[in-house]
């Protein structure tokens, strides 16, 4: 019995490690108000919505970055955040990967 009882608790304990691992994201991203990430643009997007300029981005592998510009549209993924600069109406977005300590 005190066998079946240690073997049902490591199951328990196991699956809820893997769904803790399911839950968290795959990235950590930092967002940056009225702010543009300048250059390195990877490509340019238009008419088109944030949450599909984040989708972008995540799909292109060199992508570490992006700024939506929330007036006109359009979306930059970006290779580098390297400089800042103030935009009204822009939302920037640095991203990294999650890593678990």
Known sequence: MKKFIATLF???ISSSLA???????ERHMTVFL???LVGNDLQQLFDTDEPSCQRACIALEACVAYTFN???NACFPKSGAYDQLFFEGAKSVAMR???LR
Not at 19 to 25: D, E, K, R, S, Y
Request: glycine residues 0%.
């Open 10 to 12: 490591l199951l328990l």
């Open 19 to 25: 769904v803790a691992q399911a839950v968290l994201p």
């Open 34 to 36: 009225n702010t543009d």
């Open 70 to 72: 929330t007036k006109s």
């Open 97 to 99: 990967p999650m890593r």
